[in-house]
C-alpha cells in the first residue's frame, strides 16, 4: 500500500475513533417527561384548594429537577429525565374539562395527566382517560365512587377516599365527648356535603347506636348566609355539629356563628378544616375538632420528606404548606416512585407506559404526611392512617396548633379491598383493624 | 325562664325570616330600579355586590385596624360602597351600555353578562384569590339574648337598614321630582320622552343608583361572610328571583317579596331542612302562575 492511502487509513481511523469517544464522554440529556396538571387556579375553589397545590407541584419539580429531594427521591426529576410540567385550569363545567383532558393528550402529548380536585370532574375524567389509554393520577378528589364502581388501567388515586375522613371523625367524636347522645350537622347540598354527611352518620349508628341526629341541614353550596341554620343549631339539642364546609362557607359560617354564641354551647367536628386555620387564626374558636383530610400539615409524620417540603414551600412562597400540597406530594411522588421502580427493572431504560402501571399497581412509598399504599380498587387506590386533633390557638407565639391528636390506621378507617365503603359502613364495618 | 319549644321556633323562624329578607332586599333593590327603568337584565348586579363587598373590607378594614371611632367605620362603608357604585355604574352604563341601547334585549343580556365575567376576573387581577374578612363590625355590634337564641346586634341592625331604605326608596320615588321622572320612565319608556323627559339622562342616573345600591348590598354583608372569589354568582339568581316575585322597579315590590321569601326560607330551614334549597324558586313559580307581572306592576298594556 502506498504511504498516502496509510496516512489516509490511519486517519479514517482515528476519526471513528475520536467521534466515538466523544460521543460517549456527552452522553444526549434524556428527554422530560410531560406532566399535565390540572386543578382549580381561578373560582371558589381556587384559593384554599387550587393554588396551595399547584404551588406544591412547582416547589417540588422544581426541587426534584435539581436533585435534590431527600433519599430515596434524590434522582434528578424521574428516574433522571426533567419534569416538564403544564399547568391548567379545573374551573368550568366537567364537558369542558374532558375537552381539556382530550387537547393534553392528543396535542399536547403529556406522558402522564396530574390533578383534579373535584369529585365531579374525576368521574367525568376517569372513563375518559381509560378509553384514550392515558395514564392519569387522580389527585385530590375525594369520592370514593371511582374505584368502586368501576374498575381502571390506566387511572390511579394515591391519596384515600373521603370515606376516611369521616369515619376518623366519628371516631374522635366519641373518644372526646363519651357521653354524646345527640348529634348534627351542616353540610353543603351537592355530593361532597352529602356523601361526607352520610359516612359520618354511618360510622356513628355503627360505633353508638343508641345516639340519635337532630336537626340536619343542608344549606345550598356558596350560600354564604347562615343565620336561619344557626338559629336551628341554637335552638337543638345536639352534642356535637358535622360539617364539611370548606373555604367561603367554612369561614362564614365561623364568622357568623362566633358571632351568636354557637361554638361556645355546640363544639364543631370539621372534617375539611384545616385549610381555613392559618386564615382564620384566632377567629376560629378554640376546641373544634379539625381535619386535614389525611396525616397532613399539623398530622405530618414523614420525617426527612416533611422537613423538605415545608422548606421548599415556605422558602419559595412565604406560607405554609396545606393539606392539597400534601396531597400533591402524594400523587406526585407515587408517580416518581412507580416510574423509577419500572426503571430500574429494565436496567436503567426509560419506562414505558404499561411499564410504570405495571409498577404502579400496589405500591407502597413514603411521603412527607406517612407511608401510603394503594392496596384498594385492585391496586390503584391509595389508603393511608389518618389523624384528628383539637383547635387551640397559641396567643403567645400567634399561630394555630392541634391538640389531643389521635391517628387512626389505614386498616381502622378505610374499607377491605374489596367491599365498597358504603356497604363497609352498613355491615358494621367488618374487617377494620384498630387498635 | 323556661321557653315552651313552638314558641322559640315561631321567634327563631320570625328573627330568622326578617334577617334573610334584609339580605335579599339589599342586593334586590338594586337591581329592581334597573331592571323596571331600563328593562335591563343586569346579570353585572353581581359585579357590583363583590366590589362593594371587596371594597369595604379592605377600606374598612384598615380603619378598625388604625382604631378609629366605631360610628365612623359604619359611615365609611356605605360612603365605600357609594363610590365604588358611582364609578363603576358610570364606566359601565357610558362607557358599554350606551351602545347597546335600542338592541335586542338578548344582546343587552349577553353584554351584561360579559361585563360580569370581565368584572370577575378584574377582582381577581386587583386583589388575588386570597379572602378578606371584615369581623369588626360584626364584634362592635354585640349579641342580644331570647333565652336560648342568641341574636346578632349586626343582623338587627341590618333589618333595621333594609327597612329604612325601603321607606327611604318608596318615598323618594313617589314624592321627589327625580323620583317621580324614575317612576314615568318606569311605566312607559316613549310617553315620557314625547313629554320632553331626558330619558338618556334618566337612564344613567338610574344605573349608578342601582350600581351604589348593589355595592351598599355587598358592603353591608361583607362582615358576615369571607370577602373571597365567587361571591358575585349567588346573590344574582338570588336578587332575579326576589325582583321577578316582586315586580320590575318596585321598591315595595322588592321589600314584600323579600319578607315573603325569608319567611319561608326560614320556616324551611327550620322545620323541613331538605326544601330549603328549592323554596325560594318554589315561591317565585307560586306567584308568577298568578300575576306574571310580579306582586306590585301593573299589567302592561299591550301596544299596537
Known amino acids: ?197 352520610r359516612d359520618f352518620d354511618l360510622t356513628m349508628k355503627d360505633l353508638a347506636p343508641k345516639t340519635t341526629t337532630d336537626k340536619v341541614l343542608w344549606p345550598k353550596l356558596f350560600s354564604g348566609e347562615y343565620g336561619a341554620e344557626i338559629s336551628t343549631l341554637l335552638t337543638s339539642n345536639a352534642q356535637i355539629i358535622h360539617s364539611s364546609f370548606y373555604d367561603g362557607d367554612l369561614e362564614a359560617f365561623i364568622y357568623q356563628s362566633v358571632a351568636r354564641g354557637l361554638p361556645k354551647r355546640i363544639p364543631y367536628v370539621l372534617t375539611s378544616g384545616e385549610t381555613s386555620l392559618y386564615r382564620l387564626g384566632p377567629k376560629m374558636p378554640d376546641g373544634m375538632f379539625i381535619g386535614a383530610r389525611g396525616p397532613h400539615s399539623f398530622f405530618a409524620h414523614g420525617g426527612d420528606l416533611n422537613t423538605w417540603l415545608t422548606k421548599i414551600y415556605v422558602d419559595r412562597f412565604g406560607l405554609q404548606p396545606v393539606y392539597p400540597s400534601y396531597m400533591m406530594a402524594q400523587s406526585l411522588l407515587g408517580l416518581k416512585t412507580a416510574w423509577e421502580k419500572a426503571q430500574a427493572k429494565k ?89 | 325562664m323556661c321557653w315552651p319549644f313552638t314558641v322559640l321556633t315561631a321567634l327563631a323562624i320570625l328573627t330568622d325570616g326578617l334577617v334573610y329578607a334584609a339580605y335579599l332586599f339589599l342586593v334586590a333593590v338594586g337591581l329592581t330600579l334597573i331592571f323596571g327603568v331600563m328593562k335591563i337584565l343586569n346579570v353585572t348586579h353581581g359585579s357590583f355586590y363583590a366590589f362593594g363587598a371587596y371594597g369595604a373590607a379592605i377600606a374598612v378594614g384598615i380603619y378598625f385596624d388604625r382604631g378609629y371611632p366605631a360610628a365612623g367605620g359604619f359611615l365609611l362603608m356605605v360612603l365605600v360602597a357609594c363610590a365604588i357604585g358611582l364609578v363603576l355604574g358610570l364606566v359601565l ?152 316575585i316582586g315586580g320590575m322597579g318596585s321598591v315595595g315590590g322588592a321589600f314584600i317579596g323579600a319578607l315573603i321569601v325569608g319567611m319561608c326560607r326560614a320556616a324551611a330551614v327550620h322545620l323541613v331542612p331538605q326544601v330549603e334549597l328549592f323554596v ?3 315561591v317565585m313559580a307560586l306567584v308568577l302562575v298568578f300575576r306574571p307581572q310580579g306582586l306590585f306592576t301593573r299589567a302592561q298594556p299591550r301596544k299596537i
Request: with cysteine; aromatic share 10%; net charge negative.
Open chain 2, 93 to 244: 352604563e357610558r362607557g358599554l351600555l350606551r351602545l347597546v341601547y335600542g338592541k335586542d334585549e338578548v344582546v343587552v343580556v349577553l353584554v351584561t353578562y360579559a361585563a360580569f365575567l370581565i368584572l370577575e376576573d378584574v377582582i381577581q387581577l386587583i386583589w388575588g384569590t386570597n379572602s378578606y374578612a371584615l369581623y369588626q363590625p360584626l364584634d362592635l355590634a354585640g349579641t342580644i339574648d331570647a333565652g336560648p337564641l342568641v341574636l346578632s346586634g349586626y343582623d338587627i341592625g341590618l333589618v333595621v337598614f333594609a327597612a329604612l331604605l325601603a321607606a327611604a326608596g318608596s318615598f323618594a320615588l313617589k314624592h321627589t321630582t327625580w323620583g317621580r321622572l324614575l317612576t314615568v320612565v318606569i311605566f312607559d319608556r316613549e310617553l315620557a320622552a314625547s313629554f320632553g323627559i331626558n330619558v338618556s339622562l334618566v337612564y344613567t342616573v338610574t344605573f349608578v343608583l342601582g350600581a351604589m345600591l348593589g355595592a351598599l348590598g355587598g358592603a353591608a354583608m361583607a362582615p358576615k361572610i369571607s370577602v373571597t372569589l365567587g361571591i358575585g354568582v349567588e346573590v344574582i339568581v338570588l336578587a332575579f328571583a326576589v325582583v321577578a
Open chain 1, 347 to 435: 436496567g436503567g431504560a426509560r419506562p414505558t407506559q404499561e411499564e410504570v402501571i405495571a409498577a404502579f399497581e400496589g405500591i407502597e412509598f413514603n411521603t412527607p404526611s406517612t407511608t401510603v399504599k394503594l392496596a384498594n380498587g385492585k391496586g390503584h387506590q391509595g389508603v393511608t392512617d389518618t389523624a384528628y386533633g383539637t383547635y387551640k390557638f397559641d396567643k403567645d407565639e400567634s399561630k394555630p396548633t392541634l391538640v389531643d391528636i389521635t391517628r387512626y390506621p389505614a386498616d381502622c378507617v378505610n374499607p377491605p379491598p374489596d367491599v365498597d365503603s358504603v356497604t363497609w359502613l352498613q355491615g358494621g364495618m367488618k374487617g377494620a383493624k384498630c387498635n
Open chain 1, 1 to 197: 500500500m502506498s504511504s498516502y492511502r496509510l496516512m489516509l487509513a490511519a486517519t479514517a481511523a482515528f476519526s471513528f475513533v475520536a467521534a466515538g469517544g466523544s460521543q460517549a464522554q456527552q452522553p444526549a440529556a434524556p428527554e422530560p417527561v410531560k406532566i399535565g396538571i390540572v386543578t382549580f387556579l381561578t373560582g371558589p375553589a381556587a384559593a384554599p384548594f387550587g393554588i396551595p397545590d399547584r404551588n406544591a407541584a412547582e416547589a417540588m419539580i422544581e426541587s426534584l429537577n435539581a436533585g435534590k429531594g431527600p433519599a430515596p427521591y434524590n434522582q434528578v426529576g424521574l428516574g433522571g429525565a426533567k419534569i416538564e410540567p403544564k399547568f391548567l385550569d379545573e374551573a368550568g363545567s366537567a364537558a369542558d374539562q374532558v375537552t381539556q383532558y382530550r387537547n393534553l393528550v392528543e396535542r399536547d402529548h403529556v406522558d402522564v395527566v396530574l390533578g383534579y380536585v373535584s369529585s365531579g370532574n374525576c368521574l367525568a375524567i376517569a372513563p375518559v382517560a381509560e378509553e384514550m389509554k392515558q395514564l392519569t393520577v387522580l389527585d385530590i378528589c375525594g369520592t370514593p365512587r371511582i374505584f368502586e364502581e368501576k374498575s381502571y388501567h390506566y387511572v390511579f388515586r394515591a391519596n384515600p377516599t373521603a370515606t376516611m375522613d369521616n369515619v376518623g371523625a366519628a371516631k374522635y367524636v366519641l373518644e372526646k365527648l363519651k357521653d354524646v347522645s345527640v348529634y348534627s350537622g351542616i353540610n353543603q347540598n351537592y355530593a361532597w356535603g352529602q356523601d361526607s354527611w
Open chain 2, 280 to 282: 325560594i324558586y318554589a
